[in-house]
């Protein structure tokens, strides 16, 4: 053995080794830090990398922020739909908070060191509010069914209380069904390796390290991805399979239009979500490179935050009214 005075590590690559080998005088052998390497690259394309993100991160929280806003102030948009979205706005803003910032120091230290409990920590936030997201944009999906298929009675189901209590099942279960996984994966053993080729702490890159056993941490991704992710996604398909045939039931041009206009925005944003989700999660992973497993992440926790708040503007009459509404008043009292 070499000892360690002879070793020309990084130091956090050392302190990190110094720790085993204190531990495993004890017969027990722990790692206490992790290493994320993020996306590398020269200092040019990192320091451009850190623009990007730092601007998405920026306009991410400012769009959703101002989303929330126009719907809190607008009696026009205090509607179920305009509810959850702001549900959505709230979730995606502790998405993209919980990965974007860690995500920038490493891409300034051109890697970051990230203490066992941070990790784990950062690891359930994220799946908190991808499970969130999943449960939201269900309801959504249901609240458009409703809506479309069900007009007479939507009233007086989709009343406020009602959607209250859909809004906290969602965030109540998300951080429940989680929490259990999270304990679970915590309690692995990491001997080492401890660098992570990955920008965040993700289920598959510290399984890929672990060297313990990782059957019942597998079992209960595999469980969670039917209860998150597959059966979700069958009921926003059943819901918009109904939505479809009203629709093209409907005589009327305006308010087909007018459905299929509402219903775009929605399935745009399903799309992206669940599609990136399938490609990382639910589809076998074998064969797929570090750098795929990378820009797939990086859409549903880094653009997929920035683009839902503009999605649902564009396509939407009611938010773009409100927001030259809330702009001309506002320009309107600065002059006075």
Request: net charge neutral; hydrophobic share 45%; charged share 10%.
């Amino acid at each position: 053995m070499f000892p360690m005075a002879d070793l020309e590590l990084p130091q956090g690559l050392q302190e990190n080794f110094c720790n085993i080998i204190d531990i495993k005088g004890n017969n027990q052998t722990s790692v206490t830090a992790f290493i994320l390497l993020g996306f590398q690259g020269t200092q040019n394309v990192r320091i451009l990398l850190f623009i990007l993100f730092l601007v998405i991160y920026c306009v991410t929280i400012c769009g959703n922020l101002l989303l929330i806003t126009l719907v809190s102030y607008n009696k026009n948009l205090h509607s179920p739909m305009y509810f959850f979205l702001t549900q959505l706005s709230i979730n995606d803003i502790m998405l993209t908070t919980d990965i974007v910032p860690n995500m920038l120091y490493i891409l300034q230290d051109h890697r970051g060191n990230i203490n066992f409990i941070g990790c784990i920590i950062q690891l359930y936030f994220f799946c908190a509010s991808e499970t969130a997201e999943c449960f939201l944009l269900t309801v959504m999906s249901y609240d458009r069914y409703l809506a479309i298929c069900n007009p007479l009675r939507y009233a007086s189901i989709m009343n406020s209380s009602y959607c209250l209590k859909l809004a906290i099942i969602s965030w109540m279960l998300s951080f429940s069904i989680i929490l259990l996984d999270t304990i679970t994966t915590s309690m692995l053993q990491f001997c080492g390796p401890n660098i992570i080729d990955h920008f965040f702490c993700d289920y598959i890159p510290l399984l890929e390290i672990s060297c313990s056993d990782t059957t019942i941490v597998q079992l209960e991704i595999y469980v969670l991805s039917v209860i998150v992710v597959i059966i979700p996604c069958i009921i926003i398909i059943v819901s918009y399979v109904n939505i479809l045939f009203t629709i093209l039931r409907t005589p009327s041009n305006t308010v087909r239009q007018k459905a299929f206009s509402t219903c775009s925005s929605h399935l745009t944003v399903v799309s992206i979500f669940f599609g990136t989700l399938f490609g990382v999660y639910v589809l076998p992973t074998k064969g797929q490179s570090l750098n795929i497993s990378k820009m797939l992440s990086l859409v549903y926790t880094v653009l997929a935050p920035l683009l839902n708040p503009i999605i649902y503007s564009l396509r939407n009459k009611d938010i773009k009214k409100a927001l030259h509404k809330t702009v001309h008043k506002s320009l309107f009292c600065g002059n006075l």
